[in-house]
Every structure is written in structure tokens, then in C-alpha cells.
């Protein structure tokens, strides 16, 4: 796994949002320690977020996909 501020920051938000450690949330921490943005995005598409979790999300996933290149 490739830890980055992004990443840390991204998993830190994910866990605070998603209290309960479910299935969704275990893939979602796994595409992020495997460093592949593109799983993690279309998970995120799953998950019941707000528009504003969903805009501050989106961000993280976007900063952490333009660092991945």
C-alpha cells in the first residue's frame, strides 16, 4: 500500500462515516490498500452518502487519483 495524506485522509473519513465495519466498508478499505482509485470510486457510487459526504469524497478520490499518476 502506497500511504499518501490523501489516502490516510480518505480512509479516516470513510471510517468515520461508515461506523459499522461492513462488507462494503472492508472492499472499499481494500481497494484503497491495493491503490487502485477505480474500485474505490465505483464503491463509493454504492454508499448511501449525503450530497455533501458525496462532494467531500469525490474530492479525496480525485486528489488521490491526479497523486496516483
Known amino acids: 500500500m ?3 495524506p490523501t489516502t490516510v485522509s ?5 471510517r468515520r ?3 459499522e465495519p461492513t462488507a462494503e466498508r472492508e ?3 481494500a481497494a484503497i490498500a491495493n491503490d487502485d482509485p477505480a474500485e474505490a470510486r465505483r464503491l463509493v457510487g454504492l454508499m ?3 450530497e455533501a459526504q458525496r462532494r467531500h469524497v469525490e474530492q479525496l478520490l480525485a486528489e488521490w487519483e491526479r497523486g496516483a499518476r
Open 17 to 19: 462515516q461508515l461506523r
Open 10 to 14: 480518505l480512509l479516516r473519513w470513510l
Open 48 to 50: 448511501p452518502f449525503n
Open 27 to 29: 472492499r472499499l478499505e
Open 2 to 4: 502506497t500511504t499518501t
